[in-house]
């Protein structure tokens, strides 16, 4: 595999981390409303069941950050290391 390749390879896994936190996002979004919801509805088990679920994807969702963030990095700095970040024919 050469290096337009690789950084080809690292732009999909960049996607697909940022779709993952998209989902992440979701699941976040929607395990705190379920727990107000539940709150409301005064189902303490479903409460303590959903606030449980968005500390885990809360958390999930830290990590997930963290890595699209550590690998975004290190995808710039192999594409400025390859020169792939200039525009082919234009050398």
């Given amino acids: 595999m050469n290096n337009r390749e690789k950084l080809e390879k690292m732009d999909r896994a960049i ?4 779709d993952l936190k998209n989902s992440q996002v979701a699941m976040v979004e929607k395990s705190s409303k379920l727990q107000m919801d539940a709150m409301e509805f005064n ?9 449980n679920l968005f500390s885990t994807f809360n958390e999930s969702l830290d990590i997930i950050n963290k890595e699209l963030e550590r690998f975004e990095i290190k995808r710039n700095k192999f594409e400025m290391k390859h020169g ?5 024919g234009l050398d």
């Fill in 43 to 51: 189902f303490s088990e479903m409460e303590k069941n959903m606030g």
């Fill in 84 to 88: 792939l970040d200039k525009e082919e």
């Fill in 15 to 18: 996607r697909m981390l940022e």
